[in-house]
């Protein structure tokens, strides 16, 4: 049967279901996107709990995005993953609310201990082996840990065979 034979055969009631459902999809699509993308869905107020040794301007140099943009564009799992790239966090969540807020939570590394990173400097490094920061010439009054090799770069592991 050739397709304009196949057309014909088809009754007005299912074309015109075809054409209603094609239609409804369309005005979906096309509603969530404008809706998705409008100035009433934007990010408007950024909020960063949790800090302690970081600073604001520390965690909105990695954000990737700022107010205004749109909320549904926010990719939560990327923002996540540049935040906990630095050296003093543990953890975040990152979570968005219809109101336009995006809240962020950051745990922060607590400094357990001290290693040379080279003659007369010091490594704060976190319970889990984690170098926090390094160069220090006048450090905190923590334990410190001798008879392993230096610390390595703030956000690198002590070696498991020093």
Known sequence: MSPRARRASLSPVIRKGVVG????LVLLVG???AVGYSPFLNIEK???HGLHHLTLAEIEQRLGFEPGDPLLSLDQSAVRRRIEALPRVQSVSVDRSWSGAV???IIEHQPA??????PEQWALIASDGR??????TSPPD???I???RAAGTPGSYLSADS
């Open 146 to 148: 001798s008879g392993i």
């Open 21 to 24: 459902l094609t239609l409804t």
């Open 46 to 48: 950024i909020e960063v």
């Open 31 to 33: 509603g969530f996107v």
């Open 142 to 144: 923590l334990p410190r």
């Open 131 to 136: 170098v926090l920061t390094h160069g220090l």
């Open 113 to 118: 201990a001290l290693v040379m990173s080279e």
């Open 103 to 105: 809240l962020i939570e």
